[in-house]
């Protein structure tokens, strides 16, 4: 229901766009977040958005740096990472709560994965 | 902000049960009761198994149920099966509108 893109190689301080298409479910009513797993890791949470896009939310160690945003004629949301660095590799998926709260996070897409190297 | 606490790991035999810890301050598991937990089998993406601290989604087994006790909540699975073998995760929301996870615990069927 959920299909991340986007990812890929990626230069310490270099940018990129990873989306999230919603299919099969309402995609509109759902807040999106991105949350992020490296290697043999726990999963952090990078970043919220509203449903209808008005308010986003991001962890300390992306603010600034990474961009959250929603089309929803589209059903897709879109997280532009900047400045990217090594530890920001790891395999980011978008995954959905409910319209109105930042949790619990019900639909889980498979992951799209983002490697930055030097 | 820290992550919240858990076990790097546990065991238990088929049948038997299991409790996992997960330990927080008092600006997010002590905060509220947005406190879940997930599921990840290896290669996959996490399942949610609890929100709300004790709520089962429909199509979670009654074998897994969760509790709270002050800055720490607890995931206690039943009649353990092989099946559940797998990594599990805690999040909590926290009172500076952010959400945390748990480092993530691997348990094993022995």
């Known amino acids: 229901q959920l299909l991340e893109s986007g990812g890929g190689l990626v230069q310490p301080g270099g940018s990129l766009r990873i989306s999230c298409v919603g299919a099969g479910l309402t995609f509109s009513t759902n807040r999106i977040h991105w949350v992020r797993q490296a290697p043999g890791e726990g999963l952090l949470w990078v970043a919220g958005?509203?449903?209808?896009?008005?308010?986003?939310n991001y962890a300390d160690f992306v603010r600034g740096r990474f961009t959250i945003s929603r089309d929803n004629a589209r059903n897709t949301v879109y997280l532009y990472l900047n400045s990217l660095r090594a530890d920001d590799t790891a395999l980011y998926y978008c995954?959905?709560?409910?319209?109105?709260?930042?949790?619990?996070?019900?639909?889980w897409g498979q992951g799209t994965q983002v490697t930055v190297f030097s | 902000q820290s992550a919240l606490t858990q076990p790097a790991s546990v065991s238990g035999s088929p049948g038997q049960s299991i409790t996992i810890s997960c330990t927080g301050t008092?600006?997010?598991?002590?905060?509220?009761?947005?406190v879940s937990w997930y599921q990840q089998h290896p290669g996959k993406a996490p399942k949610l198994m609890i929100s709300?601290?004790?709520r089962r989604p429909s199509g979670v087994s009654d074998r897994f149920s969760g509790s709270k006790s002050g800055v720490t909540a607890f995931l206690t699975i039943s009649d353990l099966q092989a099946d559940d073998e797998a990594d599990y995760h805690c999040?909590?929301?926290?009172?500076?509108?952010?959400?945390?996870f748990g480092g993530g615990t691997k348990l094993t069927v022995l």
């Open positions: 709300h601290v004790t």
């Open positions: 999040s909590s929301y926290t009172s500076r509108n952010s959400l945390i």
């Open positions: 958005i509203t449903i209808d896009g008005g308010f986003a």
């Open positions: 995954t959905t709560s409910p319209p109105t709260s930042w949790v619990p996070f019900n639909n």
């Open positions: 008092s600006i997010d598991i002590g905060h509220d009761d947005l």
